[in-house]
């Protein structure tokens, strides 16, 4: 199995950048369909943005679309999440997740991921 490990979250003001990173251990990420979520708090966690296995197809949640981008590097095995533009509704927690099965696709949900990080902070102040 996969153990994940966010970092590069902080404190930012509006319209600046952040990169967050997903480091995966005990298996290469490119294994599996890789996801981003956000919880702010009080409300549910929420799909953000997911690429498919071996670094292929990337999603993103409308509310994010053209400003993040998701990517990753197999040498690092690392997963990232560059944040452009960023929005006070951008605050949240934000986790990495991974999907462990042979398929690859458009995964949404949060039940569809079966491996979780700690999490890391993101606030954008206005």
């Known amino acids: 199995q996969v153990q994940l490990v966010e970092s590069g979250g902080g404190l930012v003001q509006a319209g600046g950048s952040l990169r967050l990173s997903c480091a995966a251990s005990?298996?290469?990420?490119?294994?599996?369909?890789m996801g981003w979520f956000r919880q702010a708090p009080g409300k549910e966690r929420e799909f953000v943005a997911a690429?498919?296995?071996?670094?292929?197809?990337?999603y993103y949640a409308d509310s994010v679309k053209g400003r993040f981008t998701i990517s990753g590097d197999n040498t690092k095995n690392t997963v990232y999440l560059q944040m452009n533009t960023l929005k006070p509704e951008d605050t949240a927690v934000y986790y990495c997740?991974?999907?462990?099965?042979?398929?690859?696709?458009?995964?949404?949900?949060?039940?569809?991921?079966?491996?979780w990080g700690q999490g890391t902070q993101v606030t954008v102040s206005s």
């Open positions: 997740a991974a999907r462990g099965d042979r398929s690859s696709g458009y995964y949404p949900s949060v039940s569809s991921y079966d491996y």
């Open positions: 690429m498919g296995r071996s670094g292929g197809s990337t």
């Open positions: 005990g298996r290469a990420f490119s294994a599996y369909n």
